[in-house]
């Protein structure tokens, strides 16, 4: 299991961006399909992005699609996500999340991630 840290939340006015970053402990980070899940308040945890092992192959939920950009640095073993046009819907706490995976596979079920980071929190202000 990989263990994960995230960072690059705050406070950010509706139209601006935010870049989040996931740190990940590890020598076999390359190893793992990476994602970045949110949940809002009083609401349950919902997909936003994943990324294959090598970063070839991206999904999106379609919320986010042409906003939001996930990608990853297997020499820094760094996954991150890069949040433009950002919308007051777009709060919540973001999770970044690894799992074991196959080369070129993703996942957009948390039941497939064993491993999360705490989370950070991203506030849009409308």
């Known amino acids: 299991q990989v263990q994960l840290v995230e960072s690059g939340g705050g406070l950010v006015q509706a139209g601006g961006s935010l870049r989040l970053s996931c740190a990940a402990s590890g020598r076999t980070f390359s190893r793992y399909g990476m994602g970045w899940f949110r949940q809002a308040p009083g609401k349950e945890r919902e997909f936003v992005a994943a990324?294959?092992?090598?970063?070839?192959?991206?999904y999106y939920t379609d919320s986010v699609k042409g906003r939001f950009t996930i990608s990853r640095d297997n020499a820094k073993n760094m996954v991150y996500l890069q949040m433009n046009s950002l919308k007051a819907e777009d709060t919540a706490v973001y999770y970044c999340a690894a799992r074991r995976s196959p080369a070129g596979s993703y996942s957009t079920y948390e039941a497939d991630f064993g491993s999360w980071g705490q989370g950070t929190q991203v506030t849009v202000s409308s």
């Open positions: 990324i294959s092992r090598s970063g070839d192959n991206t």
